[in-house]
């Protein structure tokens, strides 16, 4: 619950627009955003991935690009790919 709750004011501190955030059955977080699937992880601070997808999220949206990105590894500074499907 209380990552739900983090990942829910991160979304909103980063005025980040997610449709679904689905907790599979290993407890990896995946957020949905337009036609992008953000992979998060499972149990570590989101706080620099949803920093960064700040400014990411808005132009694949924009773009209508669809595809995923996997930010479970993201480190501050880090690339981010968006990989189409």
Do not use: C, W
């Not at 983090?6 to 957020?31: C, G, K, P, W």
Request: charged share 20%.
């Amino acid at each position: 619950l209380k990552e739900m709750l983090d990942i829910a004011n991160l979304i909103t501190h980063y005025n980040l627009t997610a449709e679904r955030i689905v907790f599979d059955s290993t407890n990896q977080v995946n957020m949905y955003s337009g036609n992008v699937k953000i992979i998060l992880g499972k149990g570590q601070n989101h706080d620099d991935a949803m920093s960064a997808l700040k400014s990411v999220l808005p132009k694949a949206t924009e773009q209508k690009l669809s595809g995923q990105i996997d930010m479970s590894n993201y480190s501050a500074g880090d690339n981010i790919i968006l990989k189409k499907k």
